[in-house]
């Protein structure tokens, strides 16, 4: 079973310093990785997609790193502000069972004005 | 807005209540998903549908009764809830089920 963990669970920076969210997974059998931002009692924004065969994806001051061997993906969000308060979710889609998307229970970020 | 909408967006109901949770999506999409979203917890996958057909369920209890009556509207029953059923309930859809998922807003559901 597809086993995904986010760390920090949360943190506070203050505006404009560069935010570093980690995600990792067990098992390397990935079609892709997904992040996802949720604003509070809010649904899920897609922010990037990576392939398996993908090394990293950009979106503006969004970039997000896949190391499929190792497990490990990393979303940075650059000069952060406050508009990027929220909950990043990451998603591990497996090849097999169903191509089920496997959710981490998320990054909670609040950058300080 | 990403095209899927939900309603209510917040449900109170007692235990011996019967209600229902209605998604909806103007995409053109063929598959949708119910899922559930607890305090502290990942989201857990509850129902697939792809082209209105039930292709997955996830070990829900079967006081959730899902309803697909065409490919753009879906529907969450709920029946004889219990006070651990209070999460927020998460509908989405995707062009495919191998494609990326676009969520609605959710109901936020409490149980008393």
């Known amino acids: 079973k597809q086993e995904v963990t986010q760390i920090p669970a949360a943190l506070s920076v203050p505006e404009g310093e560069n935010l570093v969210l980690n995600c990792s997974f067990t098992?390397?059998?990935?079609?892709?990785l997904q992040w996802f931002r949720q604003d509070p009692g809010k649904g899920l924004t897609s922010l990037l997609l990576?392939?398996?065969?993908?090394r990293e994806q950009t979106s503006g001051r969004l970039n997000a790193s896949l190391d499929k061997s190792s497990g490990r993906s990393t979303l940075y969000i650059a000069a952060s502000q406050p508009g990027d308060s929220a909950t990043y979710l990451c998603?591990?889609?497996?090849?097999?069972?169903?191509?089920?998307?496997?959710f981490g229970k998320g990054n909670q970020v609040v950058v300080i004005p | 807005e990403t095209g899927v909408t939900q309603t209510p967006r917040h449900l109170v109901m007692g235990m011996t209540n019967k209600k229902s949770l209605k998604c909806e999506q103007h995409?053109?999409?063929?598959?949708m998903y119910w899922y559930k979203q607890s305090a502290k917890k990942p989201l857990e996958l509850m129902f697939v549908?792809?082209?209105?057909?039930?292709?997955e369920n996830n070990s829900v209890p079967s006081r959730f009764s899902p309803e697909c009556p065409n490919s753009s509207h879906l529907f969450l029953h709920l029946h004889t809830l219990q006070p651990e059923d209070s999460a927020l309930y998460l509908c989405?859809?995707?062009?495919?089920?191998?494609?990326?998922?676009?969520f609605g807003p959710g109901t936020r559901l409490l149980v008393l």
């Open positions: 989405a859809s995707s062009p495919d089920r191998e494609e990326t998922q676009y």
């Open positions: 098992d390397s059998a990935i079609y892709n």
């Open positions: 990576i392939q398996s065969s993908q």
């Open positions: 998603a591990v889609r497996a090849i097999y069972g169903n191509n089920r998307l496997a």
């Open positions: 995409l053109g999409h063929n598959a």
């Open positions: 549908y792809s082209l209105e057909e039930r292709v």
